[in-house]
């Protein structure tokens, strides 16, 4: 786990806030693609629990893990008694009990390259399915997007996460997709997109900003004046185009 990923503590309150939750359909994908009862899930990088919450909801025992211990506070106020919480990295996580379902909801980013797939099949029951969800949170109005980026653009170039890989925007299949394929552990690679749009307030996508980690790089005066200047050119309210790409995959049976 990167140390820019552990940044993400000190605003835990304001990530449980402005980050949307996930729709019912990414519930019913994931299980449509294992074709069977899940059960037991481990989650990779909980956060809040955002994404906690929907497999929990639908009776999954999950066990949530997360290294930040800010992170994990939000997350125990919000989901249900039958999550378990754990403290850790993915990177420290030890082969031992297995589960049908592995996931990451916009976190597998943050974990090391090295060795990432041969510790998800290890956690992974004969079968079991993997899968990891996320996408970029853009402004749909081009005007108020280049607007924004004109405003953004002295303090910060870009508030992306490039791909891992180097994959183009453009590819058709897209990372981690990309990995997945060339593992030999894993078969049936598929992606999803899911499609999202959402309003709100100019107050309240600026707290959405407040929990990017590129906003969080900044030295805080510079932050500010980065939001600042992000607001003065927001209309009232924006809408938001938050599709989320799924990606799914099942272990290679032994």
């Known amino acids: 786990m990167s140390t820019r990923a552990l940044g993400f503590g000190a605003i835990a309150e304001a990530y449980e806030r402005f980050r949307p939750g996930y729709p ?18 481990l989650e990779i990088g909980a956060g809040t629990g955002k994404a906690t919450r929907l497999f929990a909801e639908h009776g999954v025992a999950v066990t949530a893990t997360e290294p930040d211990a800010a992170m994990l506070t939000e997350l125990r106020k919000a989901v249900p008694a039958s ?34 797939w ?20 853009e402004l749909a109005d081009p005007a108020v997007e280049e607007a924004v980026h004109a405003a953004r653009a002295p303090f910060l170039a870009s508030d992306e996460v490039p791909s891992p890989d180097g994959t183009a925007p453009d590819e058709a299949m897209q990372w981690p ?13 598929r992606q999803s997109v899911i499609e999202r ?31 600042d ?13 938050a599709d989320i790409t799924v990606h799914l995959a099942r272990r290679r049976p032994e």
């Open 118 to 137: 041969s510790r998800v099949a290890a956690l992974l029951e004969p079968e079991g399915v993997f899968s990891s969800f996320g996408g970029p949170f």
């Open 177 to 189: 997709g990309t990995e997945l394929q060339r593992s030999q552990l894993f078969v049936d690679v």
């Open 197 to 227: 749009r959402l309003t709100m307030s100019a107050p309240d996508y600026i707290g959405h900003l407040s929990t990017v980690s590129a906003y969080l790089q900044l030295p805080r005066p510079t932050r500010q004046q980065a939001y």
């Open 24 to 41: 019912e359909e990414l519930f019913d994908l994931v299980l449509g693609y294992a074709g069977r009862p899940v059960r037991t899930a």
């Open 229 to 241: 200047a992000i607001a003065r050119v927001l209309p009232e309210t924006v809408e938001i185009t």
């Open 83 to 116: 999550v378990t919480a754990v403290r850790a990295a993915f990177e420290d996580l030890r082969p031992g009990e297995t589960y049908g379902l592995v996931y990451a909801a916009a976190a597998l980013h943050w974990t090391r390259r090295e060795g990432r």
